[in-house]
């Protein structure tokens, strides 16, 4: 268990305290669906919950961020391909 802090509420939760942009995209998915399922336990605080959604919606930012990382290389790599493709012919 880790001590977690929302401004002056400081509580204990079980969900990680690395920070978020050191996060892989594997790594920041799965701690969101930890941080789902102790939302969804219906045991934790109303601080805690709090607290986990803030962390939560960071998670969620950094997976959208290596999506869309992930989205602009594969376009640019389509449109690589494409280029190559129409210098050959």
Known sequence: MTSKSSENITFTSSISNVPVEDLSYEQARSELMNVVT?????TSSLEEIVALWERGEELANRC??????AHQRLNAARQ????QSSSES
């Open 64 to 69: 959208e961020a290596w999506l869309d990382g």
């Open 80 to 83: 690589e391909r494409l280029e």
């Open 38 to 42: 102790a939302m969804e336990s219906g």
